[in-house]
């Protein structure tokens, strides 16, 4: 009986042995063309998220990701720097913008300043807006005025004011990094965005009708020969006008590229139990650094 204990339990040590080794290899590597072999697990990320009602829900989270990148803003100084991240707002320079900016595909607009170009490959473009404004003051009245839906009013709200951002025509939006002033591509440390109104997962279904318990808005984060690093689903606060927020560090700066997938519909419908409608706010990421 002795022995048969003696033998499970050098099984289970063999088992745990075998378990926790392939972590511990991903975890030793440096070697990015390592990790794209079927069989690696995820390479290491510290992951912040949350989602609430207000900007407060969000907030304390937000910080700790500036915090967690470097918590200097660089602003549109020209890279690459060593320390600090990079912020995109959305919002022109002002709180108070009411400015409807409606922009081609792909948007360069901060390419050469923040080091993003922005790609929509299943839309036309890309708007920067508040969710409603007034539409003869400012035509064509925000987000609610562009897509024809009053309703938008209500469906969004900004995290920083007063301005949110959105693909038209679709629900993807690609990244690609770039060295702030000099150019060429660059990899970042991680990349965090504020989301609005992500309604899925509700905690609803299977057994209610029509209810629905699948996400509706993805990051993915792919390295510089295309190969998928991470991704996640974004936390969910059903409701009105909710924000929600995720963003990853990796140890070093290997993401050359983030696909975003924004909502289960493209913007236009009614937010609705089965359609979720999603809009974007502020895109917070590491200092660009160039692929040697
Ligand atoms: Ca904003
Ligand atoms: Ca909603
Ligand atoms: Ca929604």
Do not use: C
């Amino acid at each position: 009986m002795k022995k048969n204990i003696f033998r499970v339990a050098l099984v289970l040590v063999l088992l745990s042995a075998l378990v926790v080794l392939p972590f511990m290899h991903a975890d030793a590597q440096d070697d990015a063309a390592e990790i794209q072999g079927a069989s690696a697990p995820p390479i290491p990320a510290t992951v912040f998220q949350a989602a609430g009602p207000t900007a407060v829900s969000i907030q304390s989270t937000v910080d700790q990701y500036r915090a967690a990148l470097g918590i200097q803003n660089n602003g549109n100084n020209s890279g690459p720097l060593l320390v600090g991240h990079r912020e995109i707002n959305w919002d022109g320079g002002s709180t108070t913008n009411q400015t409807t900016a409606v922009a081609g595909n792909p948007f360069a607009g901060f390419l050469v300043t923040r080091g993003a170009l922005f790609t929509t490959p299943d839309g036309t473009g890309f708007v920067q807006a508040p969710a409603s404004a007034d539409p003869i003051l400012f035509p064509p009245g925000g987000l609610a005025g562009l897509f024809n839906n009053p309703a938008y009013s209500a469906t969004f709200k900004t995290f920083s004011a007063s301005r949110l951002f959105t693909a038209i025509g679709g629900k993807v939006t690609d990244v690609d990094f770039f060295v702030p002033g000099a150019g060429g591509v660059a990899t970042v440390t991680g990349f965090g965005a504020v989301f609005t109104d992500v309604d899925q997962p509700d905690g609803s279904g299977p057994a209610r009708k029509r209810g629905n318990r699948n996400a509706s808005t993805l990051i993915e984060y792919y390295g510089v020969n295309g190969e998928l690093l991470f991704s996640s689903y974004v936390p969910a606060s059903p409701g009105d006008g909710n924000l929600s927020f995720f963003g990853i560090v990796l140890r070093d700066a290997r993401i050359a590229h983030v696909r975003i997938t924004s909502g289960n519909v493209v913007p236009g419908g009614n937010d609705s139990e089965k359609d979720d409608v999603v809009a974007m706010d502020d895109f917070i990421y590491g200092e660009p650094q160039p692929v040697q």
